[in-house]
């Protein structure tokens, strides 16, 4: 006798609700991703004025760019303010 089981209808009803379960909150699931993700676009759009990834990433490697460009020149910046302060503060000392 094959190992060909008729499965039981009871087993089968409760499978049958598991998987309905399962699938109803998969569709909960998508449908809440699905509004994240059209909110996070419009927001997107709105400060950045594309939701494109290729793009917004194009964006935040300039914003980069220009975070370090700025960085070292308010370093420098400050290198020439010690510098001068220690001028100052060596001609003070000098100053009988």
């Known amino acids: ?3 060909d089981k008729v499965p039981d209808i009871e087993a089968l009803k409760v499978e049958f609700h598991k998987l309905d379960k399962e ?3 998969a569709e909960a699931n998508l449908k809440t991703s699905q ?3 059209q909110k996070l676009q419009e927001e997107s759009r709105r400060i ?3 939701d494109d990834l290729d793009e917004l990433k194009r964006q935040l490697e300039a914003m980069r760019a220009e975070n370090t460009r700025l960085l070292t020149e308010y370093d420098a910046h400050l290198k020439s303010v010690k510098l001068e302060l220690e001028i100052v503060r060596q001609q003070f000392e000098q100053k009988p």
């Open 23 to 25: 699938k109803t909150t």
């Open 35 to 37: 509004d994240e993700l």
């Open 48 to 50: 950045y004025q594309t």
């Open 1 to 3: 006798m094959p190992n």
